[in-house]
């Protein structure tokens, strides 16, 4: 069975690795062959707008897949009709638009924050009167780990704003705040099988993911969160991973995104979950039966994010998972790799996880403990 990936990210890295033992081959496209995913398979170079290439790719394979939310729509539509394209381009047109993204949840009954599509400083100033502040301005499109928003506390912040955002499609939304950030995430198959991962509690530095632990234990807001996965896996006809990240607030669920595919906030079920994402997401999409969603014990992810921590030193603490992306460049805000943790309690888990965070960054910790 061959699987084209278009984007050969650390997540496509994780989907090959768990395509292998069942004789699942990934053929990637990126536009750099020394990539996560180039790393563990083939691949193809190219831009994402090279029709001509991603046909032949799509000709190869048995279906097509992607691990990166900003392929172009266009592209993936012009495949049509030579090889199924899962999960669908018109859910992955939905999560590339901040406000189409919206519109859809409000239109299926899930709680999002309040939001007003902006374009001009005309068009803010009236989100922010109807609306109300604070509120943050974020890009409507190609924003990710928090890059392109602006957090507007007053008026007088309007122009800064549009200094930096300015001259794009912007969305303004109403700040939540919020007690918890979860994500559930669900898959469904092309046969129309569903299962669900328990709730993952989330945790973010400058609006990038630094930790994730799970199972987050709430029955309620589980049964919750499956009710308002299903509403959009069943819209859309979907086939695939699909997470949904929501804030906790009064004990409600508010939609903050989605995204059509295998997600960060569920790395932790390569070893803390019966099957991974990643193995299910490869079942969905073959039309396979799905694996157990269940989680095998209290689980906790570290992310790296600009360094990667001592390998030995890290390994030596027990139960400790290390998966290294093999990227060669270490920039600030760039994710290297993960570290997940299995324990028997959440007690434990959570102990595990503080002693490691402690071992990542032993010295900002000494510093930010000094008056
Ligand atoms: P996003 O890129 O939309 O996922 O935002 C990154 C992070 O910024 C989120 O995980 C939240 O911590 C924070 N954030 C985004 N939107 C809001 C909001 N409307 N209210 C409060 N916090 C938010």
């Known amino acids: 069975m061959r699987v084209a990936c278009l984007g050969a990210g650390q997540l496509g890295r994780m989907l090959a690795l768990a395509g292998y033992p069942l004789g699942i081959e990934l053929e990637f496209y990126d536009r750099s062959a020394d990539t996560p995913g180039g790393q563990v398979g083939p691949i193809v ?19 097509v897949t992607f691990d990166w939310e900003n392929v ?35 239109q299926l009954g899930i ?18 009167q109807h609306i109300g502040l604070p ?7 190609m924003g990710y780990d928090g890059k392109g928003q602006y957090r507007i506390t007053k008026r007088s912040d309007v ?21 918890r950030e979860v994500s559930l995430i669900a898959v469904r198959s092309k046969t129309g099988e569903l ?5 993952s509690e989330n945790s973010h530095h400058e609006g990038i993911l630094q930790s994730t632990r799970a ?30 990240e929501f804030f906790v607030a009064d004990g409600r669920l508010i939609a903050n995104e989605m995204a059509p595919r295998v997600h960060n906030s569920g790395h932790w079920t390569i070893e803390g979950a019966v099957t991974s994402q990643f193995e299910n997401h490869l079942r969905a999409i073959l039309g396979w039966p799905l694996g157990s969603t269940k989680a095998r014990g209290h689980s906790a992810m570290l992310n790296f994010i600009g360094t990667l921590p001592e390998r030995k030193g890290l390994l030596a603490q027990p139960g400790v998972h290390l998966h290294d992306y093999g990227k060669r460049e270490a920039r600030a805000g760039r994710k290297l790799g993960h570290a997940t943790i299995v324990a028997d309690s959440s007690l434990a888990r959570d102990r595990a996880l503080q002693t490691l965070s402690r071992q990542l960054t032993p010295s900002t910790r000494r510093r930010a403990r000094r008056p």
């Open 215 to 244: 199972p987050f234990k709430a029955p309620s807001l589980q049964r919750l969160a499956e009710r308002y996965l299903r509403t959009v896996l069943e819209h859309f006809s979907y086939v695939g991973v699909l997470a949904i």
């Open 45 to 63: 170079t190219g831009e994402f707008d090279d029709i001509r290439q991603l046909k032949a790719l799509a000709r190869r394979a048995d279906v």
């Open 159 to 179: 122009a800064a704003a549009l200094a930096v955002l300015g001259g794009q499609a912007l969305i303004y939304e109403g700040f939540i705040r919020f007690s």
């Open 135 to 141: 509120g943050i301005l974020k890009t409507r499109r």
């Open 111 to 128: 709680p999002t924050p309040g939001f007003f599509a902006v374009e001009s400083e005309a068009d803010l100033l009236a989100a922010i």
């Open 195 to 199: 299962a669900y991962y328990p709730l």
């Open 72 to 106: 172009p729509v266009t592209s993936l539509r012009a495949l049509k009709g030579i090889a199924p394209i899962y999960p669908q381009p018109s859910a992955l047109a939905v999560a590339q638009d901040r406000v189409l993204e919206k519109k859809l949840f409000t």
